[in-house]
C-alpha cells in the first residue's frame, strides 16, 4: 500500500517530504494539486490544511509531522534517541526561520513593512541562523549536522535554505562554506539528485 | 594501610566514582525565565513522571549575558549531564520517550507530532496579539482567533478526543506529554479568555483530568506564581 502525499504543485512545505521519500528510495503518490481545485478539497480536510499524508485509511496532517514520521520509518533520524532529539531540534529552529521569512515575503499587507521585514531578515535574521547552523556542521564530523550519515535535518535544512535564499538573496550562503558543504552534499545524494533533475516543482 | 585495605579503598571509591558520574550523566538542568509560559510543559512532564531537575530560573537582567552562550540564542535549554538540548517540543518529545509519556507506537507518535504543530500554529496566533502595539488591529487580530483559530484548532482536537474510543486523551489509552502540554496551554487560554471552553467539552475534561492527577496538582502547589 503506497504513501500519498497530498500538497500544491509547488517547493515550500511539501518538497522535504518529497526528498525524503526520494533518499529513501520510497515509491510514493505525488498528488500535485492544482490551485483551482483547492477550493473545493479544503473543507474536506481535518485541519483545512496541506500537506497530508495518506497511509491506507489513515490521514496525517502537519508538515514536520510527516517529515518526521517518514524520517523515522526509513531510518533516516539519527542513530539513537539523542541523534533524533538534535534533528527536531535543527528543524523546530529552521521552522522558526521560515515562519518569519512566510510573514514578510508572503503576509505583510503593508508594503513599506514588507520592503523593511525583509532587508531585515537579509541582513539579519539569515545570517544569524546561517552562522550557527555553520558552527554546528563544523562541529560534527563529516558533511552532515547530526551524526555520521545523513538525516532528514539535513534534508529540511538544505531544502528549505535553498528556498529562502532563492527568494530574497542568492549570495547568503557565501561566507558559510560549512552550510555550503552540508547541502551540497544533500543535493549531491544520488537519489536526491534523480529526484530533483525529474521533479522539482518549478 | 595494607595493600588489601588500600586496594578495597581505592576499589570503593572508584566505584563510587562511577555510580555518581553516571548519575551526573542524567541529571537534568531546565534553564529558562522565571515564567510558566514554553517551559511550563517541560516542568510538567518532569512533575508527571517523577524525576527530579534542576528547574533554573534565569532573571532578564542576566538574559544578554547568557543569550550568547545558547545554541540559538533562545530559551529553553535542557542540559542532560554535559550535553545541550534546545527548542521546546524537541526538549517534551526527548523526554516524553524516556519517561513513557509518548504514543504506544509509530503511529500514536506522529499524531502527537501532528497536534503539537497544531497547538503551535494557535500559540502562534495568540501571542502575535501579545506583541502588536496598535489597539485597532490587535483587538482585530485577537477576534480572528476567536472566531476562526479557536473553532478550527480546538473544535479539531476536541473531536479527535470524541473520536478516541472512550479515552479522554488527545491519542491512545494513556496520558502523553501532548495532554500535558495541551492542558497547560488551554488553562493559561482560558484564564485571559473565560468560558472559551464551554463550546470544547472534551478539552475542559481534559484541563481538569490532568490538573487533578496528584502530581500536577501538586506540582501547581509549590510551583514558583507567576502572572504568565
Known amino acids: ?202 | 594501610m595494607s595493600d588489601l585495605k588500600l586496594f578495597n579503598l581505592l576499589a570503593t571509591e572508584s566505584f563510587v566514582y562511577v555510580c555518581t558520574s553516571q548519575l551526573s550523566s542524567r541529571n537534568y538542568k531546565l534553564t529558562y525565565f522565571n515564567v510558566k509560559a514554553v517551559a511550563e510543559p517541560i516542568r510538567f512532564i518532569f512533575a508527571y513522571a517523577g524525576v527530579e531537575y534542576e528547574d533554573n530560573r534565569v532573571e532578564h537582567a542576566q538574559w544578554p549575558e547568557i543569550k550568547g552562550t545558547t545554541p540559538w540564542g533562545q530559551l529553553p535549554l535542557l542540559q542532560v549531564g554535559d550535553k545541550t538540548l534546545a527548542q521546546s517540543n524537541a526538549i517534551c518529545r526527548y523526554l516524553g520517550k524516556k519517561f513513557n509519556l509518548d504514543g504506544a507506537n509509530e503511529w500514536e507518535n506522529a499524531k502527537i507530532d501532528e497536534f503539537v504543530d497544531a497547538l503551535a500554529d494557535f500559540r502562534t496566533a495568540w501571542t502575535r496579539t501579545f506583541r502588536e502595539k496598535d489597539e485597532t488591529r490587535k483587538s482585530e487580530m485577537m477576534k480572528d482567533v476567536l472566531e476562526t483559530v479557536v473553532p478550527q484548532i480546538f473544535g479539531t482536537l476536541d473531536a479527535t478526543i470524541a473520536g478516541n474510543n472512550g479515552s479522554p486523551y488527545l491519542v491512545g489509552k494513556k496520558i502523553t506529554w501532548i495532554d500535558l502540554q495541551t492542558a497547560h496551554y488551554l488553562d493559561m487560554f482560558e484564564n485571559l479568555n473565560p468560558g472559551v471552553l464551554i463550546k470544547y467539552p472534551n478539552l475542559k475534561k481534559l484541563r481538569n483530568t490532568v490538573y487533578e492527577t496528584d502530581q500536577i496538582k501538586a506540582w501547581c502547589q509549590r510551583r514558583p506564581a507567576t502572572n504568565m
Not at chain 1, 485509511?57 to 533524533?84: C, H, M, N, P, V
Not at chain 1, 544569524?128 to 547530526?146: A, E, H, S, Y
Not at chain 1, 538573496?169 to 536526491?192: E, Q, S
Open chain 1, 1 to 202: 500500500m503506497a504513501y500519498k502525499l497530498t500538497y500544491f504543485d509547488l517547493a515550500a512545505r511539501g518538497e522535504p517530504a518529497r526528498l525524503i521519500f526520494a533518499a529513501a528510495n520510497v515509491k510514493f503518490v505525488d498528488n500535485r494539486i492544482k490551485m483551482p481545485d483547492w477550493p473545493a478539497l479544503k473543507p474536506t480536510l481535518e485541519w483545512g490544511q496541506v500537506p497530508i499524508l495518506q497511509f491506507g485509511d489513515k490521514t496525517l496532517t502537519q508538515s514536520k509531522a510527516i517529515y518526521r514520521y517518514l524520517a523515522r520509518k526509513f531510518k533516516l533520524s539519527g542513530t539513537d534517541e539523542w541523534e533524533s532529539s538534535q534533528c527536531d531540534e535543527l528543524v523546530d529552529a529552521t521552522s522558526d526561520l521560515v515562519d518569519e521569512f512566510v510573514k514578510f515575503v508572503f503576509k505583510e499587507p503593508d508594503p513599506v513593512k514588507q520592503a523593511e521585514g525583509k532587508k531585515n531578515f537579509i541582513t539579519t535574521t539569515l545570517p544569524t541562523f546561517l552562522g550557527r547552523i555553520n558552527k554546528r556542521q563544523m562541529d560534527n564530523d563529516g558533511p552532515w549536522l547530526v551524526g555520521k550519515s545523513m538525516t532528514w535535518a539535513d534534508i529540511v535544512v538544505a531544502e528549505m535554505l535553498r528556498q529562502m535564499s532563492a527568494a530574497t538573496d542568492p549570495t547568503a550562503l557565501n561566507g558559510y562554506p560549512h552550510v555550503r558543504k552540508m547541502i551540497d552534499a544533500v543535493f549531491a545524494h544520488p537519489n536526491i539528485k534523480q529526484y530533483v533533475d525529474a521533479s522539482r516543482p518549478s
